[in-house]
């Protein structure tokens, strides 16, 4: 890949361009795309591998070719080099590589007069945006929804209608080695160490977020339930803290590896099942987690009404679900990685509030975080994009409101 060597004028401006050659350098501190001596992408080789080209299902070719279309863009967009740039600015050639490498279409999607009618909001506000054309490429699947409240659900294209829940198999291959792409959790059901200390680090946050709520109780006291707990990594998280902990799933294959992994017993059966296995009225829980679950709910409002029932007064809900209105989502459109065919809804930090104030709750923790593009934005700049809730993950606490 060629790039062009800024040569400057005494004002430290640039005044012309000669073709350069950009190197990778693989080092113990990780991987580096520099250009005339300046480095102009760095990221950990951990990252690079398990995140950016996991989470974008690309290869490593491909995702080199990624950087340095958005040094070669940034040349020709600005006549400079990422590194001579804000951060800021380095989104638009971000963007345009993108759309280069991955093959996304520059065209706008307009809500087609059809799809008006196919579902409307938690509030009853109808469709009137199209989010994604396409779910990465498959024009089978598209994600529309209400842009003031931000919030959208994926559609079947050609029925004009939502896709339901109950569409997705999750089986053993969901876990391990999907059918389809950008489609279920690829080798999350091999026990690895990676995912277990993300699991450590968000229940750090919760734990560190409702020690107020919770300080004159005993650690040892709290019951916490994980839906959606899949293999149980969160789970194990919860146990080392010293919570009480239990879980429920639909996936027996994932059931059976929590169990052979971890040794936890595992509820079989959705939200609406929970009456079979606890009462309500004398085992309620402290603390109950849904880690990148409520995105696959089709009725998310009723998941959030029978969870309180069995909620304490004093208890707290916690989702982490991706965001519908992150930068990601602004870069990559249709390739926006969170848009993926098991993914039936989609909020933004203002909709989840909205659906948890709806249903008697109040939030008292939410963040956003973004990473992907950390090697080449900067750690800096995805720091304020997060702090301004336009971060790709959101992870939020919330409370029955008093």
């Known amino acids: 890949m060629s790039t062009r060597e800024p040569a400057y004028s005494t004002d430290g401006r640039t005044e012309h361009l000669v073709d350069v050659k950009g190197r990778w350098l693989e080092t113990s501190g990780g991987i580096l795309y520099v250009v005339s001596e300046r480095v102009q992408f760095d990221d950990d080789l951990s990252h690079w591998r398990l995140a950016f080209q996991r989470l974008l299902e690309i290869n490593e070719n491909k995702a080199r070719s990624l950087i340095e279309t958005a040094v070669d863009r940034s040349i020709k967009e600005f006549g400079a080099l990422p590194s001579e740039l804000p951060p800021e600015a380095r989104v638009k050639p971000l963007t345009l590589a993108s759309a280069q490498i991955l093959g996304l279409s520059a065209d706008q999607h307009r809500l087609p007069e059809s799809l008006s009618n196919s579902g409307t909001t938690f509030d009853g506000s109808p469709a009137d945006h199209v989010f994604a054309g396409t779910i990465s490429g498959n024009r089978q699947r598209m994600v529309i929804g209400n842009r003031l409240a931000e919030y959208a659900w994926q559609i079947e294209t050609d029925k004009c209608k939502p896709v339901a829940a109950s569409s997705v198999a999750y089986d053993r291959s969901y876990y391990e080695s999907p059918?389809?792409?950008?489609?279920?959790?690829?080798?999350?059901?091999?026990?690895?160490?990676?995912?277990?200390?993300?699991?450590?680090?968000?229940?750090?946050?919760?734990?560190?977020?409702?020690?107020?709520?919770?300080?004159?109780?005993?650690?040892?006291?709290?019951?916490?339930?994980?839906?959606?707990?899949?293999?149980?990594?969160?789970?194990?998280?919860?146990?080392?803290?010293?919570?009480?902990?239990?879980?429920?799933?639909?996936?027996?294959?994932?059931?059976?590896?929590?169990?052979?992994?971890?040794?936890?017993?595992?509820?079989?059966?959705?939200?609406?099942?929970?009456?079979?296995?606890?009462?309500?009225?004398?085992?309620?829980?402290?603390?109950?987690?849904?880690?990148?679950?409520?995105?696959?709910?089709?009725?998310?409002?009723?998941?959030?009404?029978?969870?309180?029932?069995?909620?304490?007064?004093?208890?707290?809900?916690?989702?982490?679900?991706?965001?519908?209105?992150?930068?990601?989502?602004?870069?990559?459109?249709?390739?926006?990685?969170?848009?993926?065919?098991?993914?039936?809804?989609?909020?933004?930090?203002?909709?989840?509030?909205?659906?948890?104030?709806?249903?008697?709750?109040?939030?008292?923790?939410?963040?956003?975080?973004?990473?992907?593009?950390?090697?080449?934005?900067?750690?800096?700049?995805?720091?304020?994009?997060?702090?301004?809730l336009r971060g790709a993950d959101i992870v939020a606490i919330y409370k029955a409101a008093g």
Not at 197 to 226: C, G, H, N, W, Y
Not at 243 to 257: P, T
Not at 315 to 320: A, N, S, T
Not at 321 to 344: Q, R
């Open 179 to 388: 059918r389809h792409a950008h489609c279920g959790m690829r080798d999350y059901i091999h026990h690895d160490d990676w995912r277990l200390e993300k699991s450590r680090r968000l229940m750090r946050i919760v734990t560190a977020a409702t020690k107020p709520e919770f300080e004159e109780r005993q650690i040892k006291s709290i019951r916490a339930l994980d839906v959606g707990s899949a293999t149980g990594y969160y789970r194990k998280a919860m146990e080392e803290l010293g919570y009480v902990h239990y879980g429920i799933d639909l996936s027996r294959e994932a059931i059976a590896v929590c169990k052979e992994t971890f040794g936890y017993e595992t509820w079989h059966g959705s939200v609406i099942d929970l009456a079979r296995f606890v009462d309500a009225g004398n085992e309620r829980f402290n603390l109950i987690t849904l880690w990148d679950t409520i995105e696959h709910f089709d009725d998310p409002g009723q998941v959030i009404r029978i969870l309180k029932e069995f909620l304490s007064d004093e208890g707290m809900l916690v989702v982490r679900t991706p965001s519908l209105t992150a930068l990601e989502a602004e870069i990559l459109k249709d390739m926006y990685y969170s848009f993926k065919l098991d993914h039936v809804r989609y909020f933004s930090p203002k909709s989840l509030t909205a659906l948890m104030r709806l249903n008697g709750l109040q939030p008292i923790y939410i963040e956003t975080t973004s990473h992907l593009f950390k090697g080449l934005l900067g750690a800096n700049y995805l720091y304020q994009v997060g702090q301004e």
